[in-house]
Protein backbone atom coordinates (compact mmCIF):
# COMPACT_ATOMS: atom_id res chain seq x y z
CA UNK A 1 0.00 0.00 0.00
CA UNK A 2 1.10 3.31 -1.12
CA UNK A 3 0.94 6.33 0.94
CA UNK A 4 -1.89 7.62 -1.54
CA UNK A 5 -3.89 4.40 -0.53
CA UNK A 6 -3.02 5.29 3.13
CA UNK A 7 -4.47 8.71 2.94
CA UNK A 8 -7.03 7.29 0.88
CA UNK A 9 -8.22 4.65 3.72
CA UNK A 10 -7.83 7.53 6.45
CA UNK A 11 -10.60 9.40 4.93
CA UNK A 12 -12.52 7.13 4.17
CA UNK A 13 -12.38 5.98 7.74
CA UNK A 14 -12.18 8.96 9.32
CA UNK A 15 -13.97 8.16 12.61
CA UNK A 16 -10.96 5.46 13.09
CA UNK A 17 -8.73 8.23 13.06
CA UNK A 18 -10.41 10.50 15.53
CA UNK A 19 -10.44 7.05 18.07
CA UNK A 20 -6.84 6.91 17.87
CA UNK A 21 -6.02 10.65 18.30
CA UNK A 22 -8.43 10.69 21.34
CA UNK A 23 -6.52 7.68 22.74
CA UNK A 24 -3.17 9.48 21.85
CA UNK A 25 -4.30 12.34 23.71
CA UNK A 26 -5.53 10.67 26.80
CA UNK A 27 -2.86 8.37 26.96
CA UNK A 28 -0.07 11.58 26.77
CA UNK A 29 -2.17 13.42 29.41
CA UNK A 30 -1.85 11.01 31.55
CA UNK A 31 2.03 11.17 30.96
CA UNK A 32 2.60 14.79 31.56
CA UNK A 33 0.49 14.95 34.87
CA UNK A 34 2.09 11.37 36.33
CA UNK A 35 4.05 12.03 39.25
CA UNK A 36 7.49 9.89 40.49
CA UNK A 37 8.30 7.45 42.80
CA UNK A 38 10.24 6.92 45.41
CA UNK A 39 12.76 3.78 45.53
CA UNK A 40 15.54 2.47 47.86
CA UNK A 41 17.59 -1.08 47.27
CA UNK A 42 19.59 -3.24 50.19
CA UNK A 43 21.37 -6.40 50.10
CA UNK A 44 20.77 -8.49 52.60
CA UNK A 45 23.91 -10.99 52.62
CA UNK A 46 24.09 -14.08 54.81
CA UNK A 47 26.88 -15.08 56.75
CA UNK A 48 28.28 -17.89 58.88
CA UNK A 49 28.95 -18.13 62.28
CA UNK A 50 32.48 -16.83 62.97
CA UNK A 51 34.78 -19.09 64.90
CA UNK A 52 38.16 -19.40 65.01
CA UNK A 53 38.48 -21.24 61.79
CA UNK A 54 36.19 -18.36 60.00
CA UNK A 55 37.19 -15.96 61.60
CA UNK A 56 35.75 -12.97 59.04
CA UNK A 57 32.46 -14.02 57.63
CA UNK A 58 32.56 -12.40 54.50
CA UNK A 59 35.59 -14.17 53.03
CA UNK A 60 33.57 -17.61 53.31
CA UNK A 61 30.81 -18.59 50.90
CA UNK A 62 29.15 -21.99 50.75
CA UNK A 63 26.38 -24.05 48.71
CA UNK A 64 24.21 -24.06 52.28
CA UNK A 65 24.69 -20.86 52.52
CA UNK A 66 23.21 -20.00 49.10
CA UNK A 67 20.39 -22.49 49.62
CA UNK A 68 19.46 -21.10 52.92
CA UNK A 69 19.15 -17.83 51.30
CA UNK A 70 17.07 -18.88 48.69
CA UNK A 71 14.69 -20.80 50.93
CA UNK A 72 14.06 -17.41 53.21
CA UNK A 73 13.53 -15.67 49.74
CA UNK A 74 10.58 -18.05 49.03
CA UNK A 75 8.96 -18.58 52.18
CA UNK A 76 9.05 -14.49 52.36
CA UNK A 77 7.50 -14.20 48.80
CA UNK A 78 4.29 -17.21 49.88
CA UNK A 79 5.93 -20.08 47.90
CA UNK A 80 6.46 -17.97 44.51
CA UNK A 81 9.29 -17.94 42.39
CA UNK A 82 10.61 -14.03 41.24
CA UNK A 83 10.43 -13.31 37.99
CA UNK A 84 13.43 -13.91 35.86
CA UNK A 85 15.28 -10.80 34.40
CA UNK A 86 17.57 -9.85 31.38
CA UNK A 87 19.93 -8.99 34.40
CA UNK A 88 19.90 -8.92 37.66
CA UNK A 89 20.93 -5.25 37.91
CA UNK A 90 17.17 -4.31 36.48
CA UNK A 91 14.82 -2.36 39.42
CA UNK A 92 11.86 -2.40 39.89
CA UNK A 93 11.38 0.85 38.03
CA UNK A 94 12.89 -0.49 34.91
CA UNK A 95 10.25 -3.17 35.22
CA UNK A 96 7.38 -0.59 35.04
CA UNK A 97 6.57 -1.15 38.68
CA UNK A 98 5.67 2.09 40.84
CA UNK A 99 4.24 0.49 43.91
CA UNK A 100 5.07 -2.60 45.42
CA UNK A 101 8.45 -4.60 46.24
CA UNK A 102 10.57 -7.74 45.29
CA UNK A 103 12.80 -10.03 47.27
CA UNK A 104 15.19 -12.24 45.01
CA UNK A 105 18.07 -14.40 45.05
CA UNK A 106 20.38 -12.71 42.42
CA UNK A 107 20.57 -15.11 39.42
CA UNK A 108 24.23 -14.93 37.60
CA UNK A 109 23.30 -17.44 34.93
CA UNK A 110 22.12 -17.14 31.33
CA UNK A 111 18.87 -17.78 29.47
CA UNK A 112 19.00 -21.70 29.96
CA UNK A 113 20.63 -22.44 33.39
CA UNK A 114 20.72 -20.65 36.88
CA UNK A 115 23.36 -19.67 38.74
CA UNK A 116 22.72 -18.77 41.96
CA UNK A 117 26.66 -17.79 43.35
CA UNK A 118 26.35 -15.04 46.75
CA UNK A 119 24.23 -16.04 49.43
CA UNK A 120 22.28 -12.10 48.93
CA UNK A 121 18.96 -11.55 48.92
CA UNK A 122 18.31 -8.48 46.87
CA UNK A 123 15.66 -6.23 48.29
CA UNK A 124 13.79 -3.56 46.67
CA UNK A 125 10.66 -1.39 47.62
CA UNK A 126 9.39 1.27 45.23
CA UNK A 127 5.91 3.37 46.13
CA UNK A 128 4.40 7.02 45.99
CA UNK A 129 6.20 8.01 49.13
CA UNK A 130 9.10 8.26 51.12
CA UNK A 131 7.29 6.82 54.51
CA UNK A 132 5.71 4.53 52.56
CA UNK A 133 8.78 2.97 51.24
CA UNK A 134 10.59 2.86 54.24
CA UNK A 135 8.15 1.21 56.46
CA UNK A 136 7.64 -1.49 53.11
CA UNK A 137 11.22 -2.02 53.42
CA UNK A 138 11.76 -1.84 57.75
CA UNK A 139 8.69 -4.68 57.10
CA UNK A 140 9.81 -6.60 54.69
CA UNK A 141 13.72 -6.64 56.45
CA UNK A 142 11.98 -7.81 59.99
CA UNK A 143 10.55 -10.78 57.78
CA UNK A 144 13.31 -12.09 56.51
CA UNK A 145 14.91 -12.19 59.72
CA UNK A 146 12.56 -13.96 61.59
CA UNK A 147 12.31 -16.34 58.75
CA UNK A 148 15.82 -17.14 58.61
CA UNK A 149 15.76 -17.63 62.72
CA UNK A 150 12.56 -19.72 62.50
CA UNK A 151 14.33 -21.43 60.14
CA UNK A 152 17.39 -22.07 62.08
CA UNK A 153 15.48 -22.87 65.73
CA UNK A 154 13.10 -25.18 63.89
CA UNK A 155 16.29 -26.87 62.30
CA UNK A 156 18.08 -27.48 65.88
CA UNK A 157 20.48 -25.21 65.60
CA UNK A 158 22.76 -24.00 68.54
CA UNK A 159 22.51 -20.34 69.08
CA UNK A 160 25.77 -19.77 68.82
CA UNK A 161 26.24 -21.62 65.51
CA UNK A 162 23.36 -19.77 63.30
CA UNK A 163 23.36 -17.89 60.46
CA UNK A 164 23.41 -14.30 60.70
CA UNK A 165 22.42 -11.29 57.92
CA UNK A 166 24.35 -8.53 57.14
CA UNK A 167 23.19 -5.26 55.44
CA UNK A 168 24.48 -3.15 52.39
CA UNK A 169 24.16 -0.31 52.66
CA UNK A 170 23.74 -0.57 56.61
CA UNK A 171 21.76 2.62 56.29
CA UNK A 172 19.30 2.28 53.50
CA UNK A 173 19.22 5.25 50.91
CA UNK A 174 15.31 6.08 49.15
CA UNK A 175 16.05 8.19 46.50
CA UNK A 176 12.91 10.16 43.94
CA UNK A 177 13.24 8.64 40.42
CA UNK A 178 11.38 11.38 38.20
CA UNK A 179 9.20 10.34 35.30
CA UNK A 180 10.48 11.34 31.80
CA UNK A 181 7.34 13.13 30.85
CA UNK A 182 9.03 14.13 27.03
CA UNK A 183 10.31 10.73 26.01
CA UNK A 184 6.68 8.92 27.37
CA UNK A 185 4.65 11.35 25.09
CA UNK A 186 7.02 11.39 22.24
CA UNK A 187 6.76 7.58 22.38
CA UNK A 188 3.30 7.31 22.46
CA UNK A 189 2.76 9.54 19.58
CA UNK A 190 4.69 7.77 17.54
CA UNK A 191 3.47 4.39 18.60
CA UNK A 192 -0.08 5.48 18.79
CA UNK A 193 0.24 6.82 15.19
CA UNK A 194 1.43 3.28 13.94
CA UNK A 195 -0.92 1.77 15.46
CA UNK A 196 -4.33 4.07 14.52
CA UNK A 197 -2.59 3.66 10.73
CA UNK A 198 -2.92 -0.37 11.53
CA UNK A 199 -6.33 0.00 12.31
CA UNK A 200 -7.10 2.38 9.46
CA UNK A 201 -5.51 0.07 6.61
CA UNK A 202 -7.39 -3.00 8.82
CA UNK A 203 -10.75 -1.49 9.08
CA UNK A 204 -11.06 -0.38 5.15
CA UNK A 205 -9.92 -3.55 4.31
CA UNK A 206 -12.62 -5.46 5.91
CA UNK A 207 -15.15 -2.72 5.01
CA UNK A 208 -14.08 -2.77 1.70
CA UNK A 209 -14.75 -7.11 1.35
CA UNK A 210 -17.77 -6.81 3.05
CA UNK A 211 -18.66 -4.35 0.44
CA UNK A 212 -17.16 -6.55 -2.81
CA UNK A 213 -18.88 -9.00 -1.04
CA UNK A 214 -22.42 -8.15 -1.16
CA UNK A 215 -22.25 -6.76 -4.64
CA UNK A 216 -21.12 -10.03 -5.97
CA UNK A 217 -24.33 -11.71 -4.12
CA UNK A 218 -26.27 -9.13 -5.44
CA UNK A 219 -25.11 -9.70 -9.13
CA UNK A 220 -27.24 -12.46 -10.02
CA UNK A 221 -30.35 -10.46 -9.08
CA UNK A 222 -29.47 -8.04 -11.39
CA UNK A 223 -28.93 -9.80 -14.57
CA UNK A 224 -32.15 -11.86 -13.89
CA UNK A 225 -34.20 -8.46 -14.03
CA UNK A 226 -32.38 -7.41 -16.81
CA UNK A 227 -33.45 -10.76 -18.98
CA UNK A 228 -36.75 -10.14 -17.26
CA UNK A 229 -37.01 -6.40 -18.49
CA UNK A 230 -35.15 -7.95 -22.28
CA UNK A 231 -38.11 -10.23 -22.51
CA UNK A 232 -40.60 -7.84 -22.01
CA UNK A 233 -39.55 -5.11 -24.47
CA UNK A 234 -39.34 -8.55 -26.74
CA UNK A 235 -42.25 -8.89 -26.23
CA UNK A 236 -44.19 -6.00 -26.60
CA UNK A 237 -41.97 -5.92 -29.78
Known sequence: MTAYDALGAARRRWYVVVGGLVAIAILC???????????????????IPQS????????VTSQSLISTAG??????NHGETASALSSSSVSLVGEGIRDGHSVRLP???????????????????????????????DALLAQIQSTLDDLQISGGAD?????????????????????????????IVLLGSLLTL???????????????RRAALAQPDDLIAHDRDLATLSGGA
Not at 126 to 136: C, F, I, K, L, T
Not at 198 to 212: H, K
Open 159 to 187: EFNRITTQYAPSSPVISFIATQAKRAIVA
Open 52 to 59: ARNPNSLE
Open 107 to 137: NAGGQWADNYTRPVLDVQVVGPSRDDVRAEL
Open 71 to 76: VVALRV
Open 29 to 47: FGAQNSAGVYWTQVDVVFL
Open 198 to 212: AAVVLVDGVVGRRAR
